[in-house]
């Protein structure tokens, strides 16, 4: 900050300095500015009027709980708020609704069985006999051969 205080700064700490939450050097600034600016003294005036005004209808016993309550609500809102902005592809809204819901899960769970079936079946299918027509399998042609027995006594 400069030695002079901008309009626009005078208005945003013009609340702090009511609630007197200002270092002792910009509330110098702000009551210099005040001096030497009638628009922000006017403007501040009216502000004042209407912080005192406010503050007459304000019941000064508030119930800490009610309180409590209140303010975590606002802070749910405000997350809520800014999660619903900052979300603007309908897409990805769409997908993120189907996902969450236990209908979307099924679904979900489904679909990569599916998936692991098809994918199994692709990777260990059998691979098909190629015949010949003229040959025919249940006939006598073939035989099975070098076939060793590990015990030798055929008894057992």
């Known amino acids: 900050m400069g030695k002079q205080m901008e ?3 005078f208005l ?15 509330k110098n600034m702000f009551d210099a500015h ?4 009638n628009e922000c003294s006017k403007e501040f005036e009216a502000f004042k009027e ?13 119930d800490p709980a ?9 802070r749910g809102y405000i997350r809520a708020s800014k999660f619903n902005n900052s979300n603007n592809n309908s897409v990805l809204d769409f997908l993120k609704n189907i996902i969450y819901k236990p209908a ?8 990569l069985l599916l ?8 990777l260990f ?8 027509n003229n040959q025919n399998l249940n006939s006598d042609q073939y035989k099975i051969q070098n076939i060793n027995f590990i015990d030798s006594d055929p008894a057992d």
């Open 50 to 62: 209407f912080i005192s005004s406010l503050s007459d209808e304000i019941d000064k016993d508030v």
């Open 115 to 122: 998936i692991g079936v098809f994918s199994g079946y692709l």
């Open 125 to 132: 299918k059998e691979s098909n006999i190629i015949t010949d």
């Open 66 to 74: 009610l309180l409590q309550d209140a303010r975590s609500e606002l």
């Open 34 to 37: 005040l001096k030497s600016c």
């Open 7 to 9: 309009h626009k700064e």
């Open 12 to 26: 945003e700490l013009m609340q702090f300095y009511l609630y007197d939450e200002l270092d002792i050097a910009k």
């Open 104 to 111: 979307g899960l099924a679904f979900g769970g489904l679909s």
